[in-house]
């Protein structure tokens, strides 16, 4: 068998194990899909009218506002689901479970591959069932194409891909689960920080700069466009350079905490 089809073959196994894991113990997938899903319902329900007042110069109304807040959502979900990559892996590290993984005829990367396949497969379901919930509130896309559906389709999974590698070293580097969980806190908080509930242009002067070039605003100012026809920008471009950027980084972060350890 060669080199190619071993790692394949191993990295099926990891992904079958990882979503076998994750049906059994729902319980962390469903924690973190509560954030976001919560934060949708109390900024549309409860600070809704007046989170609206900030958009268009307070001409927009409720509706509106979910239009506006539905794909900041969107990119909150991807990384509260990846929190819990970084505590699987911690997880795995410190339960003994790689240690033998080490010590089987197994290919390498196959390890990680498997982590990252399967976090960015939640990622997906968790963004169809929070945007589903947002469909359901009133959310609408009239105007986008099928081409722009498919650009966001595969911008919410670029996107998931470079916070799931970045996520797995943060896990790798995590002494124990508890540590995982606070070191991956960035990954969800960070869209706070962001264009996700007001414009760039509302808060305050000195903060501007750091909220309209981190990479959660590119990503929601690119699917905002795709999705609801609005002005993309610069934005597109920065979006794709940050996944690229952070996938790039993750990944040779990852390998190299866990080729550290010799098989």
Request: with cysteine; net charge negative; glycine share 10%.
């Amino acid at each position: 068998m060669s080199s190619l089809s071993l790692a394949v073959r191993d990295s099926n196994t990891m992904l079958r194990r990882n979503l076998l894991h994750a049906r059994r113990y729902p319980s962390m997938t469903l924690n973190l899909l509560l954030t976001p899903v919560m934060l949708l319902l109390l900024f549309v329900y409860i600070f809704g009218d007046v989170m609206s007042a900030g958009i268009d110069g307070g001409g927009a109304d409720r509706s509106d506002y979910i239009a506006y807040i539905v794909p900041g959502i969107l990119l909150m979900t991807i990384g509260g689901t990846t929190i819990g990559t970084a505590v699987a892996v911690s997880m795995d590290m410190n339960e003994g479970i790689i240690a033998r993984f080490r010590t089987m005829a197994i290919h390498r990367g196959s390890v990680l591959v498997g982590h990252v396949i399967g976090s960015v497969l939640q990622c997906v379901l968790s963004v169809i069932l929070v945007g589903a919930i947002g469909v359901a509130i009133g959310f609408r896309s009239t105007d986008a194409t099928l081409l722009e559906w498919i650009a966001a389709f595969g911008l919410l999974v670029l996107f998931s891909m470079a916070l799931t590698w970045v996520a797995v070293g943060m896990g790798l580097i995590s002494p124990n689960v508890e540590a995982a969980s606070n070191n991956a806190l960035p990954l969800i908080l960070l869209p706070m920080l962001s264009s996700a509930f007001v414009p760039v242009d509302a808060m305050p002067g000195w903060f501007q700069p750091i909220a309209e070039y981190q990479p959660f605003t590119a990503a929601i100012e690119t699917l905002r466009g795709l999705l609801l026809g609005t002005e993309i920008g610069h934005n597109g471009w920065l979006a794709v350079v940050w996944c690229v950027g952070l996938a790039v980084l993750g990944y040779f972060w990852s390998t190299s905490k866990f080729n550290q350890d010799p098989m």
